[in-house]
């Protein structure tokens, strides 16, 4: 493993050129055609048998190894944000209103360094490795279960990913057994009632004053439906009504959010939102269109897999380095390559103050320490031989 950790410093300059380049010129979901050339080009370069058009854009890699033995999948997301970035530094996004606002650069560039890496051994592999770069994982549907339509995850037997995060500090890493990442949902909800003169409120029906109600009463769903043991949140995120400061606005829109663990309290809370709406709405006298889209599912890393992080973690980081995460109310399509796969879903601490990489996820002024690449591709290697290893003695 000395080694292969030397390997990997030495590969990681390359790692930071091709991040930059990246975060330079990222591409929005379900338009990451160059990103993928990029990525095909240099799998090809190191003799890895390359499948492109996979689920959209996605691109696969084949890695067999000199040794007989077990399939790993390694995965990395490829897509970037719809948000102006305002960082001032070399490697800002050119793409105007697009910007790599959540590592997805960097990931795909630590897989991009491991392929290297392991090309670079491919003789002492007691097994296979596949290399996932997946497209689309911001926006719902997302692009895992089309590459696994795609064939994707065909003839592996284990399955693990990264998530470089800046609320943990540089040279960590953490995840937990069992529930792990939030089933993700949304909702739009259009209310309609009777618009007019802002003089005359009684010869209305104020679509605006309903959806103030409906804000509010939707957050009776944690505080008095859900169990008070188990996570969940109820979040509108958007509120759009009325055109002027004299009309009585006769449709608003709330569009937002459920983020849930428990399968039957992520029905509970659907089925509760219904009433809520359809009631507040029938109060006032006004119609509503309640549209709610199931999202990704929790995410959940299976024990044996968990354990194996915490093992080759404080081997590769320390044991200092290495913790048991919270749960974590972001969602992450992830979760449907471990519904077909043992595997695991890492966080590796990206967040350094004194290198600005203190913004969170998703904000125009986000970034990372680049040297959570290291980090993450010593994990991902090390995950990947040690079940191979662990299969080999069997």
Same mark, same amino acid.
């Given at each position: 493993m000395d080694e292969l950790v030397q390997a990997i410093q030495k590969n990681f300059p390359q790692?930071?050129?091709?991040?930059?380049?990246?975060?330079?010129?990222?591409?929005?979901?379900?338009?990451?055609?160059?990103?993928?050339?990029?990525?095909?080009?240099?799998?090809?370069?190191?003799?890895?048998?390359?499948?492109?058009?996979?689920?959209?854009?996605?691109?696969?890699?084949?890695?067999?190894g000199g040794r007989p033995g077990p399939t790993v999948a390694l995965r990395?997301?490829?897509?970037?944000?719809?948000?102006?970035?305002?960082?001032?530094?070399?490697?800002?996004?050119?793409?105007?209103?697009?910007?790599?606002?959540?590592?997805?650069? !960097?990931? #795909?560039?630590? +897989?991009? @360094?491991?392929? &290297? %890496?392991?090309?670079?051994?491919?003789?002492?592999?007691?097994?296979?490795?596949?290399?996932?770069?997946?497209?689309?994982?911001?926006?719902?549907?997302?692009?895992?279960?089309p590459m696994i339509r795609d064939g994707a995850l065909d003839g592996v037997d284990a399955v693990y990913g990264v998530h470089l995060w800046t609320p943990f500090p540089v040279g960590t890493a953490a995840t937990r057994p069992g529930p792990f990442m939030a089933a993700a949902d949304e909702f739009v909800i259009d209310i309609?009632?009777?618009?007019?003169?802002?003089?005359?409120?009684?010869?209305?029906?104020?679509?605006?004053?309903?959806?103030?109600?409906?804000?509010?009463?939707?957050?009776?769903?944690?505080?008095?439906?859900?169990?008070?043991?188990?996570?969940?949140?109820?979040?509108?995120?958007?509120?759009?009504?009325?055109?002027?400061?004299?009309?009585? !606005?006769? #449709?608003?829109? +709330?569009? @937002?959010?459920? &983020? %849930?663990?428990?399968?039957?309290?992520r029905?509970?809370?659907?089925?509760?939102?219904?009433?809520?709406?359809?009631?507040?709405?029938?109060?006032?006298?006004?119609?509503?269109?309640?549209?709610?889209?199931?999202?990704?599912?929790?995410?959940?890393?299976?024990d044996a897999e968990a354990r194996r992080f915490f093992k080759v973690g404080t081997q590769l980081l320390g044991k200092d380095a290495i913790s048991e995460s919270p749960l974590i109310m972001a969602g992450e399509d992830f979760s449907y390559y471990l519904q077909h796969k043992p595997g695991c879903f890492m966080f590796v601490g990206a967040g350094n103050a004194g290198k600005q990489a203190e913004y969170p996820h998703h904000h125009p002024r986000f970034d990372i320490d680049e040297e959570a690449m290291s980090h993450a591709a010593k994990l991902l290697i090390g995950m990947a031989l040690d079940y191979m290893n662990e299969s080999d003695m069997c």
């Open positions: 790692m930071v050129e091709w991040r930059r380049y990246l975060h330079e010129h990222p591409e929005l979901s379900f338009q990451e055609a160059e990103t993928a050339g990029f990525i095909a080009a240099r799998l090809g370069q190191w003799g890895i048998d390359v499948k492109t058009g996979i689920g959209g854009h996605g691109v696969v890699g084949f890695l067999q990395a997301d490829i897509d970037a944000l719809p948000i102006q970035d305002e960082k001032s530094c070399e490697y800002a996004s050119k793409n105007p209103g697009v910007m790599h606002a959540c590592g997805h650069d !960097a990931h #795909t560039s630590t +897989l991009l @360094g491991v392929a &290297r %890496t392991l090309s670079q051994i491919r003789e002492q592999i007691p097994g296979n490795v596949v290399f996932l770069f997946q497209p689309a994982e911001e926006v719902s549907p997302g692009g895992a279960l309609k009632g009777k618009g007019g003169h802002g003089g005359l409120p009684h010869q209305t029906i104020d679509s605006i004053v309903i959806a103030s109600h409906l804000v509010v009463n939707l957050q009776t769903i944690v505080s008095r439906t859900a169990d008070p043991t188990e996570a969940c949140v109820v979040s509108v995120g958007s509120f759009h009504g009325g055109t002027s400061f004299n009309v009585i !606005a006769e #449709t608003t829109r +709330l569009i @937002g959010t459920v &983020r %849930t663990f428990n399968p039957d309290l029905e509970a809370v659907k089925e509760r939102m219904e009433r809520i709406v359809a009631s507040t709405c029938s109060m006032f006298g006004a119609s509503y269109e309640l549209d709610y889209k199931y999202g990704y599912p929790p995410l959940i890393n299976h």
